[in-house]
Each structure stands twice: as C-alpha cells, then as structure tokens.
C-alpha cells in the first residue's frame, strides 16, 4: 500500500505542476493574442481614417462641356 500511495502522491504532485505549467502557458498566449489583436485593430482605424481623409479630398465633381 506504500508503494501505491507513493505513486498515487507521485502523480498527483506531477499532474499539478504540468496543470500550472499550462495555465501559464495558456495566459501567455492569450495575452500575445489580445495585443496583437488590440495592434491589428489600431492599425485598420488608423488606416481606415487616411483612406477616408483621402476620399474627401477627392470628392467633387467633374463635368465636361
């Protein structure tokens, strides 16, 4: 019964130290992904706002006699 106990404490210990090798992990790549994200974002309103600006300055009218 030792021996079990011993493996069962083994696994256990094992288990909950990949378990919070993953939650790290996992936060790392989430973080990652929400900057990216957030960068992507300001670059398409960034983007977004000159494209605009540029149709503006080229909205008149043309008409030929």
């Known amino acids: 019964d030792t021996i079990k106990q011993t493996?069962?404490?083994?696994?256990?210990?094992i288990k909950e130290k990949f378990d919070a090798i993953k939650e790290k992990i996992t936060k790392v790549f989430d973080d990652?992904?929400?900057?990216?994200?957030?960068?992507w974002e300001d670059?398409?309103?960034?983007?977004?706002?000159?494209?605009?600006?540029?149709?503006?300055l080229m909205d008149f009218y043309w008409e030929f006699q």
């Not at 493996?7 to 210990?13: F, H, P």
């Open 7 to 13: 493996a069962i404490d083994l696994y256990n210990t």
């Open 32 to 39: 990652v992904k929400s900057s990216v994200s957030k960068t």
């Open 43 to 56: 670059i398409k309103t960034t983007i977004s706002g000159a494209i605009d600006k540029i149709k503006g």
